[in-house]
Structure formats: C-alpha cells, structure tokens
C-alpha cells in the first residue's frame, strides 16, 4: 500500500479461520456494539466523542464515519464523503463538528449534524497523517508528508503558522495541556517541541534512530511515544527524563491510546499485539493477540474496560480489557480479500492487486472508494447511480469495453482520466491487461450476477508493486 514505511502493513500467518461469535461488552453502565461495522475499506482511525457515546472512524474507502454507540454493529449517523483519497485521521471539534484529513492533502472541517462540508482547505498537495485539536478547541495542528505542520483556525480554518525544521515526514503531533506547545513526532526520529503562538522551534526532546510513529499526551503532561523498532516510552518533557519504558513490539508500534483517567495506555504493533499498560510504569496489564495481522488504529472507551482496535478489516472490534474472558475471539478472516495468491487465476490476481481496494463486483455494492464494476462493459464513464464522481469522469465522453479498459492501464489513470480519483497505477505487460480485462468481462456480466470476489485489498501507486505474506511491497 502507498503509505509511509512507518505505517507498512505486517501480515501474519494463520492456519485457520476463527468464526465470529463475539458478544456484547457491557461496560460503564452503557453496552457497546460488538463492532462497528460498515466501512468498505480498512480503518485508519478511531476517535471517541467527549462524552464517550460516539465515535469517529475514517477508512482507505474515502470516507468517515460519524458512529452512535448502539445496536450490534454501531448505528451510523452519518457517512462523510469529501476526499478523493484515503481519509487518515479525524478529531471532533467544540462546536460539536469534526474535521478530517486526507491522502488528498486537503483538511475539511465538518458539519456533523447535516454531514455536510462546511470548509475546505487544501494544502500542499502532500498527504496529512494526524490531526490534534488543541485544548482550548480554537487550533488545528495537521502533520505532513512535506516534513511541516500547519497550524490552522479551527473555526474559520484560515492557515495560521506553517512549522518548518522535521528532515523526514511528520506522523504525529499533540498539543500541551495548556495549548502553548505542540509536541511533533517524525520519521526522523526526533520528538520536538514548538511554540504555537509565533511557531518557532523550542527545544528538540529526543533523538532516536528510528522513525517515532505514534505520539500521544497523557493527562499529566507527559507524552507517549512508539517507534518503528517497536519500542515505546513515556517521556517527562518538564525533567527531559524518560519516565517509563514499554514492553517491545516484535514489529513497529502503529497504534497508541491514552485511557480518558491517564492511568492506561494501549499500544497496538505490527505483530497484532495489543498491550495495555500501567502510564506511570509502563508495566504490562493485559495483552490481547489478532493472529490475523497488524493493529494500528486504537481508542479506549470510556471508563477504561473495552478498547476500539482495527487494522487490515473493514470494521472496527471491541475488546473487553476488564473483566477479562476465558477465550477471547477474533473476528477476522484470513487471507484478507486483497491477498493475492499464485494459485489464482491469473485476471483474478490482477483484480485483487489493482482493483479491489476500490471496487466491488456486487450489483449492489456499496461504500467502496470506487464505484461497482457491476455491468462494467458497455457502461458510459460516470454513470453508477449514487457513487460521487470527481468532475474529470462526470465530463468524459466514453464507455467501458475491452479497448478503453486497456488502454486505461496501459497509460494510467493520470493520462487517461486525469483528474480522476483513480490512484495512479500501470499494468504494462500486454499479457496482464489482457487477463484483468477477460476476469471483469466474465465476473462483471448481469448475467453471472457479480459471481466473482469482491472486497477491498491494499492501495499501490502505480508502480506495479504486490503485498507479500509479509505485507511489505514487493516490484513486479
């Protein structure tokens, strides 16, 4: 997937299936869906409302999530569309909208109660991995690919500072307590401090050898950090003294949570471990195991007992921390649907590599990045009832066959639909293009009623790059 290497996907092997049969968690007189689920792509993040009855999810399908905390599988309140790409992070603000950030670049501040776009901004054109919003509710603090951080209105959304000085991306950020500083974490390893007002650097706290992944602030001021080697800390940036050190990770450290009390962490990695540990000494409470892959989105419910998690699935689960279960499930399924294997067919192997992240085969597919491929050949280009298509394919003048579906891998979305939101990917082998197109032609037929896979699998950007069962990308 076309991410940051901090952020590569780690798969893990399993030998069989776990069926589902989780049950409700009840939990701070209130109970808790046994999973949120609707996203038509992996999670990248979770965020619990201030008082602890909604949430936020965004996801590699395009969109957020603004979810109410009841019912199975969560209730839906609103689908937020308005990015072209992969949504990242989402934080709620105190006018009671939300704001989200994007692959695409681009910060939107939400209206939540229509969950429509109130603003947006876009920014350099490089993806926004994080977002915080500071204490006071008045800032926004995005982190960049562009190795900056731009501070913005959180009202008007108008770019206050732009912070300059990381020598690698920025993956993380949090404001202080008393909103004055902003702690950034970077895949340069450095954890710094800035002043918010005039945007001037203060001090670099640590430096490490490895990129600083995740960051958050407990309650007491001090800062969590993980790190790529899988290391994790807690740091006094008053002393300038490391107050606790974490159990290690057989993989980077992808996810971080603090407990709404500051008595507990979470930290979710690449070998599918979570960990919830004591803050003040980073001793190790309970651990909890997803055979099924890496963990890297995380949040605590509120009172501390139940943690949200979500990795490679398409929804998010609820793990009980308190009182802990006998046996514990897991409600994955592996291999994912994106894995590509040789004993596919070979168009089969194609269309999970190049399209399923995006598309569905189902007639009535839904909630993907991209619309259904359903009755795909002899469709005219932006036509799928319902799905948001950028400007660029509401414009074009073509159909979908053999030829326009060759030729739009052979040059790329970016040459023959530019302007789509299509990610940018090649096929250039004649063999392979044939194969992907003769597989839609047969599973995308009304006649065989979408009999083919659907489901999403990992993004690539276009330079013919696989996952393998490591899920590190490998060339073609």
């Known amino acids: 997937m076309d991410q940051i290497v901090s952020r590569v996907l780690t798969l893990l092997f399993a030998w069989v299936v776990i069926p589902a049969v989780c049950a409700t968690t009840v939990h701070a007189n209130s109970v808790l869906p046994e999973r949120l689920a609707g996203h038509g792509g992996p999670i990248r993040s979770i965020t619990v409302g201030p008082d602890g009855t909604d949430v936020l999810t965004t996801s590699f399908d395009y969109s957020a999530i603004h979810w109410a905390l009841s019912g199975g599988d969560g209730t839906v309140l609103k689908r937020l569309f308005g990015h072209d790409t992969a949504v990242n992070d989402a934080v709620f603000l105190s006018d009671g909208g939300a704001a989200t950030v994007s692959d695409d670049g681009v910060l939107i501040l939400w209206d939540l109660a229509s969950g429509t776009v109130r603003q947006s901004i876009p920014g350099t054109g490089d993806k926004i991995i994080d977002i915080a919003v500071s204490p006071s509710g008045d800032r926004l603090a995005l982190a960049s690919w562009d190795h900056t951080v731009r501070l913005h209105d959180a009202e008007t959304g108008a ?3 732009t912070l300059k000085g990381h020598r690698g991306s920025v993956n993380a950020v949090r ?16 954890l710094r401090e800035w002043d918010v007002q005039t945007g001037a650097l203060r001090r670099r706290l640590m430096d490490h050898g490895w990129s600083i992944n995740v960051l958050e602030r407990l309650p007491d001021g001090k800062l969590a950090y993980g790190l790529l080697d899988g ?30 009390s500051g008595k507990l962490l979470a930290t979710g990695g690449g070998d599918g471990r979570i960990r919830v540990s004591d803050a003040a000494t980073g001793t190790v409470i309970e651990e909890f195991e997803n055979p099924f892959g890496p963990v890297w989105a995380l949040a605590f419910a509120k009172g501390d007992r139940a943690l949200f998690y979500a990795g490679l699935d398409d929804f998010v689960s609820v793990w009980t921390i308190e009182p802990r279960k006998p046996f514990e499930t897991v409600d994955s399924v592996f291999p994912r649907r994106f894995q590509a294997s040789a004993d596919m067919d070979p168009g089969e192997r194609e269309f999970a590599r190049k399209c399923s992240v995006c598309h569905t085969l189902e007639k009535d597919g839904k909630f993907r990045a991209g619309p259904t491929l359903f009755g795909l050949f002899g469709r005219r ?12 394919l509401k414009s074009a003048d073509f159909v979908w066959n053999e030829e326009t579906i060759d030729k739009l891998f052979d040059l790329g979305p970016h040459e023959y639909t530019p302007g789509s939101k299509m990610p940018l990917q090649r096929i250039r082998s004649t063999e392979r293009r044939s194969a992907l197109i003769a597989y839609l032609k047969r599973v995308t037929d009304p006649a065989s009623a979408g009999s083919g896979p659907s489901g999403t699998a990992g993004q690539e950007d276009g330079n013919d790059k696989a996952v393998n069962s490591e899920g590190q990308e490998t060339q073609q």
């Open 159 to 161: 770019l206050t500072a």
């Open 381 to 392: 280009v932006g036509t799928v009832p319902g799905y948001p298509y950028s400007d660029a």
């Open 175 to 190: 404001f202080s307590a008393d909103g004055r500083s902003l702690f950034t974490a970077s895949y340069d390893g450095t």
């Open 231 to 260: 290391t994790g800390f807690v740091f006094d940036p008053v002393s300038g003294e490391t107050a606790a050190t974490l159990s290690k990770h057989d993989g980077p450290v992808l996810g971080l949570t603090v407990s709404q």
